[in-house]
């Protein structure tokens, strides 16, 4: 994914010529105070909206030119877990998470409600199958949101404040997944998230698949768990990098804010 | 309280002119197009049409009762009465049929379509089902119009038949006429123009009942006080069009047909 001075603006500039790049594989975390455009970042990236300036470059096509139904076949390659879950409320958690699915197929099949028990195993939530989402308490109802970002092992995922409103525990929980689907599967993330202890965790643990849990990367490893930040401010970006060069970073906002 | 220059406003009519044009005509070239979604448009077909039916036999029944009752005197006078189930039947098949069942259909459906994508699309439903590569106007838009305009069309014929029916009851047990009587007025004064009229209208309050309700639905922003505003408008605007377009459509027709 690329982002070449993307500018958007309503009344107010809200993104002044963004450039960033994603490689295939790596995860970005978005940080930045609440407005500044980082919730504006991934739905440009999925063409929910289009920028006034700039290009934007998804998976080789040019998101910024395409059409609106030439975008959906882009966007069955994406995943996004939006900031208020977003589940479709009249519909059962099996149908949600299977919703894409189908879409394809028509039915409900046997290798469909497979796939959903899977998905549903992955976020450990296997038994909400035939709730509604209103039902769930608001931590499963984000990880029942997961469930359907990866059900089709998308290319890239993208997640808007995964975390936000939920207690401590519960948002260990979803970084965990997360840091599972980054590490088990390689899949590219943009991670949008107020949280800075979320994003710290993101970039110093990895996923044990033998111990099936998450753990804290040893000092001096060479582990490369491809995790790097990016800090927008008034509508542009302040920082990019590592998490060892964000805490070096002399920048007085910057300081501010990881304070 | 902001105050607002009337080139802000006309831009903004102009822009909902447009943005609701444009719904219409994607609605419309959805049907040629895939997927179809034909157990949603059921669905739909259901919920409008059957869902209506016991408003509009009650609304029909009594309009058809109270018609025969009010126009018995007036006919009384000219020594005419013979003639209530000839004024029943053109009143309630050209006109009163078709325009109250729209007003009705309208009152329950217009506003309950907008409500219920105004809530999918303040909770980002319609965003979330756009990223996975679903266009909602074929889902969500296209059914409900196809659904709204063959329901109409059945439901104003069963309008026509129970008012008829209504007719029927007063002019046997309160205006002393007999029922083969009635019956042969109301069936001989109906001419082909008649039966056109009262059938073409539906239709065409059908579609606006549906789309107008998508289109206030899928604009609605800010919330649950933005969806309430979008059902609102949705059933006043699709009210004063039926209203309105009937004025035309009756013109049109009756040139057509030489009236």
């Not at chain 1, 599972?180 to 590219?188: L, P």
């Not at chain 2, 049409?49 to 009752?69: D, E, Q, R």
């Amino acid at each position: 994914m690329q982002f070449e001075d993307v500018a958007i603006a309503f009344e107010q500039p809200v993104l002044e010529g963004i450039s960033f790049q994603l490689p295939r594989g790596e995860t970005k975390i978005l940080l930045g105070v609440a407005g500044s455009g980082k919730t504006l970042v991934l739905k440009l990236s999925l063409g929910l909206l289009k920028p006034d300036a700039g290009r934007i470059t998804v998976l080789g096509e040019e998101v910024t030119q395409m059409r609106e139904e030439q975008l959906y076949a882009l966007r069955r390659s994406m995943g996004m877990v939006f900031q208020e879950s977003a589940l479709f409320d009249s519909m059962t958690v099996e149908e949600n998470v299977a919703y894409q699915l189908l879409e394809e197929t028509g039915r409900l099949t046997d290798e469909i409600h497979a796939r959903v028990l899977e998905a549903l195993r992955f976020v450990e939530l296997e038994r909400t199958v035939n709730l509604f989402p209103s039902e769930l308490s608001g931590g499963m109802r984000r990880r029942v949101a997961i469930a359907r970002a990866v059900i089709t092992q998308p290319e890239i995922l993208l997640y808007d404040s995964p975390t936000g409103g939920l207690d401590p525990v519960t948002s260990d929980t979803i970084i965990e997944l997360i840091v599972k689907q980054r590490d088990v599967y390689k899949t590219s993330s943009l991670l949008v998230t107020h949280r800075l202890q979320d994003a710290f965790t993101m970039a110093s643990h990895y996923f044990d698949r033998e111990q099936n849990k998450m753990l804290p990367v040893a000092d001096g490893s060479r582990r490369d768990l491809k995790t790097t930040f990016l800090i927008l401010r008034d509508g542009k970006i302040s920082f990019e990098g590592t998490a060892a060069e964000l805490l070096r970073c002399r920048d007085p906002y910057i300081r501010e804010y990881l304070s | 309280m902001p105050i607002f220059s009337p080139a802000d406003i006309a831009k903004d009519k102009i822009q909902a002119v447009q943005d609701y044009s444009l719904l219409v005509g994607r609605s419309i070239s959805n049907i040629f197009g895939h997927p179809r979604y034909f157990a949603d448009t059921m669905m739909q077909a259901d919920s409008i049409g059957v869902g209506s039916l016991p408003i509009v036999m009650l609304a029909g029944f009594f309009t058809g009762a109270v018609l025969a009752l009010q126009t018995s005197s007036t006919l009384q006078q000219f020594g005419s009465l013979s003639l209530t189930g000839k004024l029943v039947s053109l009143s309630m098949v050209r006109e009163l049929g078709p325009v109250l069942t729209g007003l009705m259909v309208a009152g329950r459906n217009s506003s309950g379509i907008a409500s219920e994508l105004g809530s999918m699309q303040v909770t980002e439903q319609i965003d979330a089902m756009r990223a996975m590569g679903v266009d909602p106007t074929k889902k969500l838009v296209t059914p409900r119009v196809v659904a709204s305009t063959i329901m109409l069309f059945f439901l104003s014929i069963i309008s026509d038949l129970v008012g008829l029916a209504g007719g029927w009851v007063i002019a046997t047990t309160l205006l002393g006429l007999n029922s083969n009587e009635y019956w042969t007025t109301a069936y001989q004064a109906l001419r082909f123009g008649d039966v056109f009229m009262g059938l073409s209208k539906p239709v065409i309050f059908g579609f606006i009942i549906a789309s107008v309700g998508c289109y206030y639905g899928l604009s609605a922003r800010g919330g649950t006080q933005g969806v309430g505003r979008a059902t609102t408008q949705a059933m006043v605007t699709a009210s004063v069009l039926i209203v309105v377009s009937d004025l035309f459509i009756t013109k049109l027709l009756m040139g057509v047909f030489a009236y």
